[in-house]
């Protein structure tokens, strides 16, 4: 899934959040993208080798020396520093409700692995 498609989940039947997804693709990709540039060097580089190089938590110990529950606190953190961080940015740009950026985030949960690579890619060319 391209970077462009974040949020496009198409196998949700539920029409508000096909709604919510049609709606604010472009303003939940680009809130994505200000999070991840956002974030410190460290967890930006974590999440780089997680989601565009492949690594697994093992490959990514191995990458910086630590024991594997270490590299993987890592890539939970930079992931859940990512979300709440878009989380912040949508409440702040989006004349919506707390319940509608609550869903729009929810959205990017769901399809975040696939986002975020696509991110990488983008930035990579």
Known sequence: MAAEDVAADPAS???ELQYLRDRYRDQVRQALQDALT?????ERNVLRLHFLDGLSVDGI????????????????KGREMLVKNTQALLA????????EVDRL????????DL???GLFRTAAR
């Open 61 to 76: 110990a191995a990458v910086y020396g630590v024991h594997r529950a270490t590299a993987a606190r890592w890539v939970g």
């Open 13 to 15: 039947p539920d029409p």
């Open 92 to 99: 702040r740009r989006l004349e919506v409700g707390r319940a």
């Open 115 to 117: 986002t975020v690579s």
């Open 105 to 112: 985030v929810g959205l990017v949960r769901s399809v975040l």
């Open 38 to 42: 956002g974030l410190p060097a460290d």
